[in-house]
């Protein structure tokens, strides 16, 4: 009845924000608004997030909570069962609505898709939004209707495109229902570490939105307009670092592209150039990422291209500790794999070298090297983790051809020239820095051998 106001539950997920999120608009325009948290990781099995995005996961929630609290509806915390949590906080509150922002990994499309309906067989009105990317996979396809599996040619299609929709800002008051629903406490979660080993994340990061946005500003800055050189040299400061705030939906893909895009004078994104090109371009591998887990969701387990399931990998326990603890004896690896030990993130020209080690000069399947990104990694994202490990073995979309195997010496030698990124975080001087673990002239010829045996008679 017009006039009513209606009570809505807004499911939380990879969407801690309240700027530019169309579920919170959606409901808040109703009327009453309950945002709830679900914590129920065995959800998103086989890919629960893993500890270092446990780690920013409290810290965003918290950040999150006191938003909310701020603009006048409480913040809820439940454990899962998801399905039960929602139908138990709508009889709680007498919700006849519950909105969300889509999510795209194969697990999380299957449980919400059995939600939906079982909410709505309950009498529940039930709706959900795009608040995560620019164009959702299901809305771009190749002229004969197909996927794209092809970087350049998608990218073109986008900017083809309309401009992504404006972000909307941030509602400065929510109403909420009379009695705030028990929440649990967010330190009850448990998703801090038993053993403190976050001192060097904390000291680098700000989990939550306003982190995200004092990031963006930081950026658009200092950082845009020197982007397309800089991004590849872990020695600068030179990219926007602004991939965990992404990945936890403290800052929207909208409100950053219509901000490069403000930052050049409004420029239509199709005629941008340079640096603030490049930058647009690296939120359009995003959307790649996204579209290749939509349309291929058996790719976080298993290569895109089929040849590649016969690919005779090493089974070296020994190598691929070394790798992990960043004792490879290569300077460079070991910076990357010792800098994401420490602060939860790598930069990325690093993230392509000490992948390009693990599936060339050791042979180890990227499976393993993306299992150990996962729980290692504050932006571990499945669309991007899949994307970035399944090019560097060669078996994914767009990928790099396997017989592309990064020389890390000469790696070093491009992007870290005065050594600056290796000596912060190799350890090279020290007395027990180990000897290289494998000769890479013969590990290059290895690999190339163990490419001929799949590779099509």
């Known amino acids: 009845m017009a006039g009513m106001s209606t009570t809505t539950i807004l499911w939380l997920r990879h969407d801690l924000r309240l700027d530019d999120n169309p579920a919170l608009a959606a409901a808040a325009a109703r009327g009453a608004v309950v945002p709830v948290f679900v914590w129920a990781p065995e959800e998103e099995a086989p890919w ?37 949590a929602l139908q138990a906080l709508a009889k709680e509150t007498g919700a006849t609505h519950i909105v969300w922002n889509r999510r795209y990994e194969p697990a999380v499309i299957k449980r919400d898709t059995a939600i ?45 495109r309309d401009e992504p929709a404006v972000p909307v800002a941030a509602p400065k008051k ?27 994340m904390r000291e680098t990061w700000t989990p939550g939105e306003a982190g995200a946005a004092k990031g963006m500003e930081r950026f658009l800055a200092r950082g845009l307009s020197g982007y397309g050189t800089e991004r590849d040299r872990p020695d600068h400061d030179g990219t926007s670092a602004l991939s965990p ?15 490069v895009r403000a930052a050049v004078g409004g420029t239509p994104a199709a005629k941008i150039a340079g640096s603030p090109e490049v930058y647009l371009r690296e939120l359009g591998w995003r959307e790649f990422a996204n579209h290749l887990l939509y349309h291929f969701p058996h790719t976080p387990d298993a290569p895109l291209r089929a040849d ?30 010792r800098q994401l030990w420490a602060t939860g993130w790598m930069h990325n020209r690093v993230r392509m070298i000490v992948a390009s080690f693990l599936v060339k000069d050791l042979r180890i399947s990227w499976l393993a090297g993306a299992k150990w990104f996962w729980d290692t990694l504050v932006d571990a994202d499945l669309a991007a983790n899949t994307l970035g490990w399944q090019w560097a073995a060669g078996c994914g ?29 190799a350890g090279v001087h020290a007395a027990d820095y180990p000897e290289p673990i494998v000769d890479h002239a013969e590990a290059r010829k290895l690999a190339l051998a163990a490419l001929k045996t799949i590779s099509r008679k």
Request: hydrophobic share 45%; charged share 20%.
């Open 48 to 84: 629960e997030p893993g500890a270092a995005s446990r780690w920013w996961l409290h810290h965003s929630l918290e950040k999150l909570a006191a938003a909310f609290a701020k603009a006048g509806a409480p913040l809820v915390i439940r454990r899962g069962p998801s399905l039960e």
């Open 116 to 160: 939906k309906k079982a909410l709505a067989a309950g009498g529940l009105e039930v709706e959900s939004f795009n608040g995560a990317l620019l164009y959702e996979p299901m809305h771009v396809a190749t002229k004969e209707g197909k996927p794209y599996q092809v970087f350049t040619p998608f990218w073109r299609s986008l900017l083809a």
């Open 174 to 200: 929510l109403t909420t229902v009379g009695k705030a629903p028990q929440s649990l406490a967010i330190e009850s979660l448990g998703l801090l570490p038993a053993i403190d080993w976050a001192a060097t």
């Open 245 to 259: 705030h992404l990945h936890f939906g403290e800052v929207s893909p909208r409100r950053l592209w219509h901000a």
């Open 308 to 337: 590649y399931a016969r690919f005779p990998w090493a089974n070296d326990p020994v190598g691929l500790r070394a790798w992990q603890r960043g004792r490879t004896g290569f300077p460079i690896v070991d910076a990357g794999m």
């Open 397 to 425: 979309a767009d990928a790099a051809p396997y017989f592309r195997i990064f020389n890390p010496t000469s790696q070093a030698e491009k992007f870290d020239p005065d050594g600056a990124y290796v000596k912060e975080w």
